[in-house]
T-cell receptor, first 117, second 115 residues
């Protein structure tokens, strides 16, 4: 079974400060990990993914995420937050060892990021 | 949202009526998915398709059926809508993992209200 947890329903940060949105996962094998962002009344937009290799993954809009196997975490980070980053962020996981099953993802419950002036 | 459209975008219906939502893609991706999004639950997979006429259940498939008669279209049907099916429905597409481009891409969503 695969699962993912986003322990914070909401994260508040001041513009210009660094931000972190937390994600931990559980899989039987090795993970594929994804971050998506959702703006109001829009679909989910892909930000970045970890497949293998470098533990620090860089994505769209200046976001990056760090894969930590020992802590089973994949936290999303940005060095300097913008008001326009305010949105709902989802972490998702798929067990790399699972074959078939249509590449199903399991999503977290989402974290609302609010960036204030 | 490019390459994926969903129709209708908004729908209000009454309990007990049938409802069909359509997902259309122009990317020729093999896999298609239907999710529902509810507060506190994130996205949950309803059904998915791994090819024309090939579909399988997700984690919340009760009360839903799907059909895929051609690559570009994936239909989600609520045979008899209930208030618990009030939600926002998202379609997604992807290619097989072996293609190396297996990221799922999402449509704009359909907001369904069942009265």
């Amino acid at each position: 079974a695969q699962s993912v947890a986003q322990p914070e329903d909401q994260v508040n940060v001041a513009e210009g400060n660094p931000l972190t949105v937390k994600c931990t996962y559980s899989v039987s094998g090795n993970p594929y990990l994804f971050w998506y962002v959702q703006y109001p009344n829009r679909g989910l937009q892909f930000l970045l993914k970890y497949i293998t290799g470098d533990n620090l993954v860089k994505g769209s809009y200046g976001f990056e995420a760090e894969f930590n196997k020992s802590q089973t975490s994949f936290h999303l980070k940005k060095p300097s937050a913008l008001v326009s980053d305010s949105a709902l962020y989802f972490c998702a996981v798929r067990d790399r060892e699972l074959t078939g099953g249509g590449n199903k993802l399991t999503f977290g419950t989402g974290t609302q990021l609010k960036v204030e002036l | 949202d490019a390459g994926i459209t969903q129709s209708p975008r908004h729908k209000v219906t009454e309990t007990g009526t049938p409802v069909t939502l359509r997902c259309h893609q122009t990317e020729n991706h093999r896999y298609m998915y239907w999710y529902r999004q509810d507060p506190g639950h994130g996205l949950r997979l309803i059904h998915y398709s791994y090819g024309v006429k090939d579909t399988d259940k997700g984690e919340v498939s009760d009360g839903y059926s799907v059909s895929r008669s051609k690559t570009e279209d994936f239909l989600l049907t609520l045979e008899s809508a209930t208030s618990s099916q009030t939600s926002v429905y998202f379609c997604a597409i992807s290619e097989p993992r072996t293609s190396g481009t297996d990221t799922q891409y999402f449509g704009p969503g359909t907001r369904l209200t069942v009265l």
